[in-house]
DNA sequence: GAGATATACGTTATAGTATAACATAGCGCA
DNA sequence: TGCGCTATGTTATACTATAACGTATATCTC
């Protein structure tokens, strides 16, 4: 069930190293040749229920307009942003913003259970490598 | 190329005809199923292009959060609200909300491109319902 | 200790989503 | 007429995710 972050199951752990030594998200199918190379045989079940469990541990979050995955830690209402030149991602906290959006929805009978925000666009560094 | 809304070919129309007629998002696999019952054999290209052709004029998008496809106008930045219980999908407007988005990301040097922003909760209607 | 429950894991197969690549047909027009 | 452009058809394949079943192990309970 809902795991918690102490305990981690050794595949969690296996994915949870490679998706903190990427520096940018990995699909599931990524990690498991990763894990393959590791340890030979690996099927997708065992990449998928270790993702499953990081997620809800609220280590891990999977970037819907990426379909991959990326060790963002769980800032929980939250706004993921992606720099589409280099593909690091980064979580960012706005408060502020999630509880205006909030009131905005509320107010129209709307009880809201989650978001999901991904910012596409580029980065500082990125930007400055094209100067 | 980019498709503009007043030319849509013949399986623009069908598909979007077919979004518009249903109350929630459709994938693009139910989406072929209706258009094999409507005429025979079609394949998936066939849908894949219809939707990206609606994408591009504007027309209806990607529900990231579904992998499916909706018929929600070109509310360019927008927020996307969803019901899990009914399934409606609606767009709703937030430029002030963006705005803000936008400068807090400019302020660290990030240069903002497109923002997917999706709300999982449940509509007014389906409130009443349970109470 | 035997049996019941729960969790993790392995393994096979399959479901579901999306695109590559190549062929054909029709249209507008040099 | 021949060329470029767009849409479409068609086949095959790539990519993403889960169902279903079996096994091992730990933990609890009597
Ligand atoms: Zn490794
Ligand atoms: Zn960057
Ligand atoms: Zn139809
Ligand atoms: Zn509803």
């Given at each position: 069930m809902g795991q918690s972050a102490d305990h981690l199951t050794s595949n969690q752990a296996q994915v949870l190293r490679h998706l903190r030594a990427a520096n940018a998200p990995m699909t599931a199918y990524q990690l498991l040749g990763r894990m393959q190379n590791d340890r030979g045989a690996v099927a997708p079940p065992t990449v998928y229920r270790a993702l499953k469990g990081l997620e809800e541990a609220g280590l891990i979050r999977r970037i819907e307009t990426l379909r991959a995955w990326a060790p963002?830690?769980?800032?929980?209402?939250g706004v993921v942003v992606i720099c589409d030149d280099c593909g690091t991602v980064r979580g960012v906290e706005a408060p502020s913003l999630l509880e205006s959006l909030h009131q905005r929805l509320a107010a129209e009978g709307f009880a809201e259970a989650r978001q999901t925000i991904e910012v596409h666009g580029r980065c500082g560094d990125c930007a400055e490598d094209r100067a």
């Open positions: 963002v830690a769980a800032i929980r209402p």
